[in-house]
T-cell receptor, first 114, second 113 residues
Framework: GQQLNQSPQSMFIQEGEDVSMNCTSSSIFNTWLWYKQEPGEGPVLLIALYKAGELTSNGRLTAQFGITRKDSFLNISASIPSDVGIYFCAGQRNSGGSNYKLTFGKGTLLTVNP | NAGVTQTPKFQVLKTGQSMTLQCAQDMNHEYMSWYRQDPGMGLRLIHYSVGAGITDQGEVPNGYNVSRSTTEDFPLRLLSAAPSQTSVYFC????????????FGQGTRLTVV
C-alpha cells in the first residue's frame, strides 16, 4: 500500500529551540494533515493543508504543502515542554469512494528538555 | 461536545474470546474508520465505512468485523481474540467530500493474554 516516510523518528531538543519534521511520499496527495498525540490520548488535528504550496500557521506551528504534492513539512518555533508528544502526518489522495482514506506516517516523537 | 466516543478505555481478553469495541460520533459524519496503533508502526487502517450500510476493508482487516447500521455508530468486533491483536485501537470520523479532517476517539487499549 501507500507509505509515508516521516522523519525524524524522534527528536530531543531544549526548550526554546525550533523543530522541523517532514513527510515524503512516492505518490501524490491532495490533502496533507498534521496531528499531535499525547500519552493515553487520541491524535488531535493541528493543521490541514488542501492546496499545493499552501503555508498555514496555527500559533507557533507552521506547515507547508509541498509543490510536488509528494511532501509536507511541519515547523514548531520556540518549543515549550507541553509540545512533547508524537506528531503524525497524514495524506489523502482524493475525495470520493475509498479515497476518503488517510495514510499515516509512523510519527515523530518529540521530547523537550526544560 | 462529545465528538467521537470509544468504549471501553481498557480491556483484557483471553485468547479465543470475542468482544465488541464501541464507537459513536455525534457530528453527523458519513465516514468512519478503525485504526490500530502499535509501537513503531504508526496508525494502520482496519476497516472503514462511507455511510450506513457500507463498509470496506482497510490495510489490516483479518480477525475483525464491522457493521454500520446507523450514521452514529461503528462497532468493531473481534471474533476470536489472539495475542497479535494486543494494541491500542482508535476510531475516527470525518466528513466526505472536500474536507479530510478526521476526528479521533481517545482509544481502547486491548491486551490479549
Amino acid at each position: 500500500g501507500q507509505q509515508l516516510n516521516q522523519s525524524p523518528q524522534s527528536m530531543f531538543i531544549q526548550e526554546g529551540e525550533d523543530v522541523s519534521m517532514n513527510c515524503t511520499s512516492s505518490s501524490i496527495f491532495n490533502t496533507w494533515l498534521w496531528y499531535k498525540q499525547e500519552p493515553g490520548e487520541g491524535p488531535v488535528l493541528l493543521i490541514a493543508l488542501y492546496k499545493a504550496g499552501e503555508l498555514t500557521s496555527n500559533g507557533r506551528l507552521t506547515a507547508q504543502f509541498g509543490i510536488t504534492r509528494k511532501d509536507s513539512f511541519l515547523n514548531i518555533s520556540a518549543s515549550i515542554p507541553s509540545d512533547v508528544g508524537i506528531y503524525f502526518c497524514a495524506g489523502q489522495r482524493n475525495s470520493g469512494g475509498s479515497n476518503y482514506k488517510l495514510t499515516f506516517g509512523k510519527g515523530t516523537l518529540l521530547t523537550v528538555n526544560p | 461536545n462529545a465528538g467521537v466516543t470509544q468504549t471501553p478505555k481498557f480491556q483484557v481478553l483471553k485468547t479465543g474470546q470475542s468482544m465488541t469495541l464501541q464507537c459513536a460520533q455525534d457530528m453527523n459524519h458519513e465516514y468512519m474508520s478503525w485504526y490500530r496503533q502499535d509501537p513503531g508502526m504508526g496508525l494502520r487502517l482496519i476497516h472503514y465505512s462511507v455511510g450506513a450500510g457500507i463498509t470496506d476493508q482497510g490495510e489490516v482487516p483479518n480477525g475483525y468485523n464491522v457493521s454500520r447500521s446507523t450514521t452514529e455508530d461503528f462497532p468493531l468486533r473481534l471474533l476470536s481474540a489472539a495475542p497479535s491483536q494486543t494494541s491500542v485501537y482508535f476510531c475516527a470520523s470525518s466528513w466526505t467530500g472536500g474536507r479530510a479532517e478526521a476526528f479521533f476517539g481517545q482509544g481502547t487499549r486491548l491486551t490479549v493474554v
